[in-house]
């Protein structure tokens, strides 16, 4: 079955602590990409990925780092986690060509105390 | 991107036909029309898109107006497992000189709350 699946669902930590939120992709897609949403916010744009070792930031990149080093992942590193990162994270996939849909995890529900 | 217009909420009954509309009095000749959905809190899902002609999948139809300025979502026969929110999304093709560059970005607006009621 086609997916992109993150880990974890659900994560409560605490500010400052290292955190890694993984995502990965079984369709071969060349672009991935990371966006939060907010309550009245709607999904802003984190990091993207165009391909392996590819990356660049989106609209709220502050505070965030990704890797690219295999096509198939993609995780969201959060350095220094600070409250204001506290927030529903979804990551998405798609073909390099081709006006085709794009592919959302299930989200990861972060907070941070 | 061209800015859509989309009622905050609707009402339907179960096994009824629920109609979305979107207003994008904007889309330029190149620009695409897309629908997701956010059933509450999970990852946004795909539903349609065209260009100009009327559109049919398993899930829906996509009615375009003959000028492109707005467009219709149909759900033919809505069940409580469609209540949640639907996002209607203009945009060029990936690849569009127009694009941002390469950078497939979607830009979800706030989206019609879809209420199905029994």
């Known amino acids: 079955e086609a997916q992109v699946t993150q880990n974890p669902r659900y994560l409560i930590t605490v500010t400052g602590k290292k955190l890694t939120v993984t995502c990965s992709q079984n369709?071969?897609?060349?672009?991935m990409s990371w966006y939060r949403q907010d309550p009245g916010l709607g999904l802003r744009q984190i990091y993207y990925?165009?391909?392996?070792?590819?990356?660049d930031k989106g609209d709220v990149p502050e505070g965030y780092k990704v890797s690219r080093k295999e096509k198939r992942n993609f995780p969201l590193i959060l350095e220094s986690p600070s409250p204001n990162q506290t927030s529903l994270y979804f990551c998405?996939?798609?073909?390099?060509?081709?006006?085709?849909?794009?592919?959302f995890g299930q989200g990861t529900r972060l907070t941070v105390v | 991107d061209a800015k859509t217009t989309q009622p905050p909420s609707m009402d339907c009954a179960e096994g009824r036909a629920a109609n979305l509309p979107c207003n994008h009095s904007?889309?330029?000749?190149?620009?695409?029309v897309y629908w997701y959905r956010q059933i509450h809190s999970q990852g946004p899902q795909y539903i349609i898109h065209?260009?100009?002609n009327n559109e049919t999948n398993e899930m829906a139809s996509l009615i375009i107006t003959e000028d492109r300025k707005s467009s219709t979502l149909i759900l033919p026969h809505a069940t409580l497992r469609d209540t949640a929110v639907y996002y209607c999304?203009?945009?060029?093709?990936?690849?569009?000189?127009?694009?941002?560059?390469?950078?497939?970005?979607?830009?979800f607006g706030k989206g019609t709350l879809l209420t199905v009621n029994p």
């Open positions: 904007t889309i330029s000749g190149n620009e695409y």
């Open positions: 999304i203009v945009r060029v093709a990936w690849g569009e000189p127009s694009s941002g560059g390469s950078n497939y970005k979607l830009t």
């Open positions: 065209g260009l100009k």
């Open positions: 998405a996939s798609k073909p390099w060509k081709g006006n085709t849909e794009a592919f």
């Open positions: 369709m071969n897609h060349e672009y």
């Open positions: 990925s165009m391909n392996v070792e590819v990356t």
